[in-house]
């Protein structure tokens, strides 16, 4: 057996059982041995779409994601995808083939690309180490929530690896929740004892059945409102003191009732800027709590009145268990008869601004929300279109929503919404794009076609980039360059094997009506030609405060 084929054996016995990637030479044989040794290999058209398929597929899953790449230009090409889960601190392990020879074309400072994007860099250096270091690679992106580079250079693969080499190799055990002080839970008493209107915030790390019943509990306990971060969007779906998503994305309602809030507590949440709308969601008088398993992400964005390293779910359990009495606080018969009426962004009036060719994005994703079944998982691009499907399209809870923005790339869209499908194949899967986004992405509409995923593909239309053209064009500047020709993308749709239908009005949705009613024997394309009369609310925000 050689290094190649126990670096494979070695992933499928810690777990791996899904592995993404682009195969080339270089990683030819360590695919075929995940393979071989039981492991399913999704072949995506492009490095960057394979990789943003793994990270998705590990948010979506709770599992471990795994990308092969072959060396050089196939690391290269899947940078982006890799840097939007190093950002968001995604365990994806990235096996990549590497020439080590300076003097080859497939030569590149492979380490040095992983630093510089904030993944962490391994290599598997010999025979006798290659399943140790394997395995410390798969240990170290579970336990720490790290994309790992693992190298496998060229010249070590074809080794022979010693006799027994994966007798002890099994599944690393779960990682250990980390445990709060007893001072940090007396001072997080004390701040929720004495609030009269608390709101809790949770983030990625609050993600899970566990998290959410603790919190939706001492909640309930304090009288506090419970909101998310867009990346935890449906985590208390169904709640009826749920003020959905706090930041950007906020209806009026939930700006209006989170800035009146005496303490704010962020649980698995960083409160950065899009969160909290540049800090201004935050009231002058509040105070503001962070719970975060990791010491450096206490205050990197907040001034805090309290920073408590732990676990989200732990903590909120230690307090609510030392709780003696049940407070009333934000929970008033006034604040629930406004969330009744308008919490959603499909409750708040709006002037319809649609034409005979263009559609409005709201009433697009209000009328997709009530024809699509409400059991989905929802991939979103990037760009001035994204707030719309993010707040219109109802999801059942936080694993019907993934949001690759770390990095705030546009074309990871779709590619997203292949991992969370094949994370949650009971559900059906619905990716919501812009146009600039879905022709970037566009080569992975055959991967969705090969798979046979019952997908919905939406694209927001305008023909544009529309961020750009929001921004730049009320300062008179020449907007030729981020303005393009019209393109017929649900022809491109069909050159795929898609069904696909051009939306211009709401009359125009009878055939997604009829997909769905059918046998959906091929993935849908929505073209949906939409408005351009202004930029969207939440980009509004983002710009105030530049």
């Known amino acids: 057996m050689n290094v190649a084929e126990a670096v494979g054996r070695a992933l499928t016995a810690s777990g791996v059982d899904l592995v993404f990637g682009v195969v080339g030479s270089g990683n030819f044989h360590v695919t075929n041995a995940l393979v071989a040794s039981g492991a399913r290999f999704v072949a995506a058209r492009h ?57 080859s074309n497939f030569h590149v400072g492979q380490e040095a690309l992983a630093h510089a994007v904030g993944a962490v860099s391994a290599r598997v250096t010999s025979a006798r180490d290659a399943v140790a270091e394997t395995c410390a690679a798969v240990r170290r992106a579970l ?123 962020g649980w698995g949440c960083a409160l950065n800027m899009w969160t909290t709308r540049h800090g201004r969601l935050i009231g002058p008088r509040a105070e503001v709590v962070q719970i975060d398993d990791d010491p450096s992400a206490l205050g990197a964005h ?39 009426a308008g919490v959603r962004w499909r409750d708040v009036p709006y002037e319809d601004t649609g034409t005979r060719e263009r559609i409005d994005p709201r009433t697009l994703n209000i009328a997709l929300d009530d024809i699509l079944p409400g059991e989905r998982v929802v991939g979103v691009d990037s760009g001035n279109f994204m707030g719309h499907p993010s707040m219109f399209l109802s999801v059942p809870d936080e694993n019907g929503f993934c949001f690759t923005q770390a990095f705030q790339s546009i074309g990871l869209g779709l590619a997203t919404t292949i991992g969370a499908a094949l994370a949650r194949p009971d559900r059906l899967p619905v990716a919501a794009l812009g146009d600039g986004g879905a022709l970037m992405g566009a080569a992975e509409l055959d991967t969705v076609r090969r798979l046979g995923l019952p997908m919905v593909v939406v694209v927001h239309n305008d023909d544009a980039y529309g961020a750009e053209v929001h921004h730049f064009g009320p300062g008179g500047h020449p907007l030729d360059t981020v303005e393009f020709p019209p393109t017929d993308i649900a022809a491109v749709a069909r050159g795929y094997g898609f069904e696909a239908v051009t939306v211009h009005t709401r009359d125009d949705l009878g055939a997604v009506e009829a997909w769905v009613a059918g046998p959906r024997t091929a993935p849908l394309l929505i073209d949906a030609k939409v408005v351009r009369d202004r930029g969207a609310w939440w980009l509004e925000e983002a710009f105030r405060g530049h």
Not at 313 to 319: P, Q
Not at 323 to 335: C, D, I, M, N, S
Request: aromatic share 2%; charged share 20%.
């Open 47 to 103: 490095e960057g779409g394979a990789a943003t398929m793994a990270d998705a597929y590990a948010r979506t899953s709770g599992r471990l994601g795994v990308l092969s790449v072959h060396q050089g230009p196939g690391l290269t090409n899947a940078m982006t995808g890799i840097t939007e889960a190093a950002k968001s601190r995604t365990p994806l392990v990235v096996l990549a083939a590497e020439a080590t020879e300076p003097t």
């Open 302 to 340: 907040r001034t805090l009145a309290l920073g408590v390293t732990g676990d989200t779910e732990l903590t909120a359990r230690r307090v609510l268990d030392a709780a003696t009495e049940q407070r009333r606080g934000y929970r008033t018969p006034e604040v629930g008869a406004a969330l009744a």
């Open 143 to 265: 336990h720490e929530r790290r994309t790992v580079l693992l190298n496998l250079p060229l010249a070590v693969q074809s080794l022979e690896v010693p006799d027994g080499a994966l007798a002890q190799v099994a599944p690393p055990p779960p990682r250990q929740p980390v445990e709060p002080s007893a001072q940090d839970l007396a001072a997080l008493a004390e701040l929720l004892g004495r609030a009269q209107r608390p709101v809790f915030v949770a983030g990625r790390g609050a993600r899970g059945p566990g998290p959410r019943d603790a919190l939706g509990a001492l909640a309930e306990q304090h009288g506090a409102l419970l909101a998310t971060s867009a990346v935890a969007r449906g985590l208390f779906h169904g709640d009826p003191w749920s003020l959905d998503v706090c930041g950007g994305f906020a209806s009026p309602v939930t700006a209006e009732l989170v800035q009146g809030a005496d303490l704010v507590v």
